[in-house]
């Protein structure tokens, strides 16, 4: 069974600053990981994905997350954070060959101006 | 591109009524459709996997009583929320996979509000 930890439900930062969104799992096994965005009020926009090769993935609005085997992160970067980025991030996982994702509790990140 | 379509995208129902959702897979084959519930402030439980030629397998907490879900082909998926009350409130999602060794697909979701 799969795993998705999201240690921090709030961040804060300015806009212009850097951000780290912090996503640990825990499977055995070969996953699929992945990130979505959801602001307020609307549905799941999808980020970026991980399922193999170069461990930096890049992802839309400047976003990348870099996953790790060693640490079982798969962490969410920005160098410089807009207003609008203020949102909900979630963090997933699904074992390849399964069918089901399982959600990180999601969080909250606010850009203040 | 393989794009998911859920519709309604919003609605409401009087509590102790049912509603009906759709999910529309476009440009891929739907072997399994997943539906989802964001609760208020929660984060995305999953209340039923459906796959082709395999019974639909509902999670703890979610019944076919309460939640009967149809996928009759690939491309399609309906769920209803019957004798919705207001702790079924939230955000519906569908996401849907074509084989097992692929990625899934969401749509942007229902949202039900129960008055």
């Known amino acids: 069974t799969q795993t998705v930890s999201q240690s921090d439900a709030h961040v804060t930062v300015f806009e212009g600053d850097s951000v780290e969104l912090r996503c640990n799992y825990s499977y055995g096994g070969s996953i699929y990981l992945s990130w979505y965005i959801q602001h307020h009020g609307r549905g799941l926009q999808f980020l970026l994905k991980?399922?193999?090769?170069?461990?930096v993935v890049q992802g839309v609005n400047g976003f990348k997350a870099e996953f790790s085997k060693s640490d079982s992160s798969f962490h969410l970067r920005k160098a410089s954070v807009h207003w609008s980025d203020s949102a909900v991030y979630f963090c997933?996982?699904?074992?390849?060959?399964?069918?089901?994702?399982?959600f990180g509790s999601g969080t909250r990140l606010l850009v203040s101006p | 591109g393989a794009l998911v379509y859920q519709y309604p995208r919003r609605t409401i129902c009087k509590s102790g009524t049912s509603m009906r959702m759709e999910c529309q897979a476009v440009?891929?084959?739907?072997?399994?459709v997943a539906w989802y519930r964001q609760s208020p402030q929660k984060t995305f439980e999953l209340i039923a996997l459906?796959?082709?030629?395999?019974?639909?397998?509902?999670e703890q907490n979610f019944t076919q009583e309460k939640f009967p879900i149809s996928h009759p082909n690939l491309s399609f998926s309906s769920m209803t929320v019957l004798n919705a009350y207001l702790e079924d409130r939230g955000l519906y999602l569908c996401?849907?996979?074509?084989?097992?060794?692929?990625?899934?697909?969401f749509g942007k979701g229902t949202r039900l509000t129960v008055v």
């Open positions: 459906s796959t082709v030629n395999s019974a639909i397998k509902y």
């Open positions: 991980y399922y193999s090769g170069n461990p």
């Open positions: 997933a996982v699904s074992a390849t060959g399964g069918y089901k994702v399982v």
């Open positions: 440009g891929f084959q739907a072997t399994s």
């Open positions: 996401g849907a996979k074509q084989g097992a060794n692929t990625e899934v697909f």
